[in-house]
Nanobody, 127 residues
Framework: QVPLVESGGGSVQAGGSLRLSCAAS????????MAWFRQAPGKEREGVAS????????NYADSVKGRFTVSQDNAKITLYLQMSSLKPEDSAMYYC????????????????????WGQGTQVTVSS
């Protein structure tokens, strides 16, 4: 069973919205840092938002603050990324990731801290 499966990507015009989902098949009794990353062709993978599933603490990259919202559905361990006011520079493959944590603090957006990854979902924003 694939531990993380993303969905919800697509094509949208600038200014539009999309909601990405990440269905997690992970043991429910643990706390996780979960994060959304994105990678455009020729660029580094960038962490855009993270969430601590135990405390609900969230963290955003400056480039998406005020436009993107990360949230969770505790019952099914599903991670969401609501993206609004999309810009062409938001176009990328978006990946969900997870790592086990023991506390409720801020979760890093550094890719080296995450060991479980989904297959990605493509977001394309046209001008």
């Amino acid at each position: 069973q694939v531990p993380l499966v993303e969905s919800g990507g697509g094509s949208v015009q600038a200014g539009g919205s999309l909601r990405l989902s990440c269905a997690a098949s992970l043991p429910g009794y643990r706390s996780y840092c979960m994060a959304w990353f994105r990678q455009a062709p020729g660029k580094e993978r960038e962490g855009v938002a993270s969430l601590n599933t135990g405390s609900g603490t969230v963290n955003y990259a400056d480039s998406v603050k005020g436009r993107f919202t990360v949230s969770q559905d505790n019952a099914k361990i599903t991670l969401y990324l609501q993206m609004s006011s999309l810009k062409p520079e938001d176009s990328a493959m978006y990946y969900c990731s997870a790592t086990v944590v023991s506390g409720g603090g801020n979760c890093t957006r550094s890719r080296v801290s995450y060991g479980v990854w989904g297959q990605g979902t493509q977001v394309t924003v046209s001008s």
